[in-house]
């Protein structure tokens, strides 16, 4: 019995009616507080405290499933990618679109650079094109101190990064520590870094398997990069150009990964009907630690919290999991 851990029970949290996309978390912000946002296919991404996962809002506006959804790291703005052919810039305060983005097809992918209230943002998804958008130079902000909606319809202008490169839809973006390389996962099972100076390519890495999600480790500065593909785990080294760390190959499907570097664990979510497990492992020794069961579908989306004391699932079954990371008391755990 001694080995034995105690299960910790996870936190549920309802409120989405349709499949969890995607989920991310700010930074840790005043007072040891942070907050996570979650995409869905309800349209509608919601605000939550992310150590509760207590519903703080919803961004009302999107016409379709939202596929991405982001916090600037001071989590003053929100980004959402969504099916409607556009993507949008929201105060998280208020609620207000701040900036809709047109595009000519589903948006995917967005990605704020890692600073307080970001002025540009990447985009990416069906069109295959990864573009920048120049948030300062529209003239919502500026011209208007009352939101109207008239303002917030002047697209920001944009440019693209590397036309023609994708050969696949682009489904995920990471910006890394360094501002100037942009790394983006797409559906022709590539991972590549991108240079925004000379906007071209810098490194690739072509992983085996359906692109499932692909992140940076949020709970430590050197920013390893966690991608899902097939049934296997690739670890890179986000600060140089597509050099992998590790991969590790399970006898499982996944969907999601999501690494925690100070305690040499990450954590894998299934990615079919049959496999609605989240499971723990130990990234030296490559084995599974223990697993976690309470979702009814396939885990689309895993983050750790800032402070690495919990971590976020969510599932098919449109519903997120807070699972505790930590020994001792911690948020609603007593």
């Known amino acids: 019995m001694t080995t034995e851990k105690t299960k910790v029970v996870p936190l549920t949290c309802h409120g989405h009616s349709r499949p969890i996309t995607h989920l991310s978390f700010s930074s840790v912000v005043d007072d040891d507080q942070y907050y996570l946002i979650s995409a869905c296919k309800d349209n509608n991404p919601m605000l939550r405290d992310g150590i509760t996962g207590d519903w703080i809002g919803t961004f009302i506006g999107h016409k379709g499933a939202v596929w991405q959804a982001r916090l600037s790291s001071d989590a003053t703005l929100a980004a959402t990618g969504s099916a409607d052919f556009s993507a949008k810039v929201w105060d998280t305060h208020t609620g207000e679109a701040l900036h809709t983005l047109q595009h000519n097809h589903i948006v995917r992918a967005v990605a704020f650079p890692n600073q307080p209230r970001p002025q540009i943002l990447a985009t990416g998804g069906m069109e295959k094109k990864l573009r920048i958008f120049d948030l300062s130079r529209s003239s919502s902000a500026s011209s208007s101190p009352t939101y109207d909606t008239a303002a917030s319809s002047v697209t ?32 022709d099972k590539m991972v ?21 999600t692909c992140e940076l480790d949020n709970t430590s500065a050197d920013g390893v990069l966690s991608v899902a593909a097939g049934k296997t785990a690739y670890f890179f080294d986000s600060m140089q150009p597509a050099t992998l760390i590790k991969s590790v190959k399970t006898q499982y499907d996944i969907a999601s990964v999501a690494l925690h570097g100070a305690q040499r664990k990450f954590v894998t979510g299934g990615s079919s009907q049959n496999d609605t497990w989240v499971r723990v492992w130990d990234f030296d ?5 223990e697993m976690g069961k309470g979702h009814h579908g ?24 807070l699972w505790k990371f930590t020994t001792g008391p911690y948020g609603l755990w007593r």
């Open 156 to 187: 920001p202008p944009s440019y693209e990064i590397g036309p023609g490169v994708h050969a696949g839809s682009i489904k995920s973006i990471v910006w890394g520590a360094d501002r100037n390389v942009i790394i983006t996962a797409a559906e």
């Open 192 to 212: 590549r870094w991108w240079d925004l100076r000379s906007r071209s390519t810098i490194g690739e890495f072509a992983v085996e398997g359906m692109v499932g």
């Open 285 to 289: 020794e490559e084995k599974e630690l």
């Open 298 to 321: 396939p885990i689309w989306t895993i983050s750790f919290s800032p402070d690495g004391k919990l971590y976020a699932t969510g599932s098919e079954d449109g519903t997120i999991k």
